[in-house]
């Protein structure tokens, strides 16, 4: 079965950075786009950014030289590296197997992590 389980979320103050990690299991990270889109309170979900089996990245405009996703074929892990966090990016994030920034509905996708950004 194919799984996949985000960590690395936390409290964390603006400015901050943190790592968010996805073990993937049942599904090589090498031969997919795999992709991390977050969820708000009460709101819609948007996409952060993906990579593709190429390793191309893309990224929404407002997260660019900030953030930096990444795998590790080895280890079969998705890494979304977000520094300089503002309280705006407070959301669940999860990674799932997108090759798009607009979020339908992903074929598979992680339980989410939490990030809270606070002022």
């Known amino acids: 079965a194919v799984q996949l389980v985000e960590s690395g979320g936390g409290s964390v103050q603006a400015g901050a950075a943190l790592t968010l990690s996805c073990v993937v299991s049942?599904?090589?990270?090498?031969?997919?786009?795999m992709g991390w889109y977050r969820q708000f309170p009460g709101k819609g979900r948007e996409g952060v950014a993906y990579?593709?089996?190429?390793?191309?990245?893309r990224y929404r405009d407002d997260v660019k030289g900030r953030f930096t996703i990444s795998k590790d074929n080895a280890k079969n892990t998705l890494y979304l590296q977000m520094d300089s966090l503002k309280p705006e990016e407070t959301a669940i994030y999860y990674c799932?197997?997108?090759?798009?920034?607009?979020?339908?509905?992903?074929?598979?996708r992680g339980q989410g992590t939490l990030v809270a950004v606070s002022a």
């Open positions: 990579i593709t089996s190429v390793d191309v990245e």
């Open positions: 049942g599904y090589p990270v090498s031969s997919v786009c």
């Open positions: 799932a197997t997108i090759c798009t920034l607009t979020i339908g509905s992903p074929t598979y």
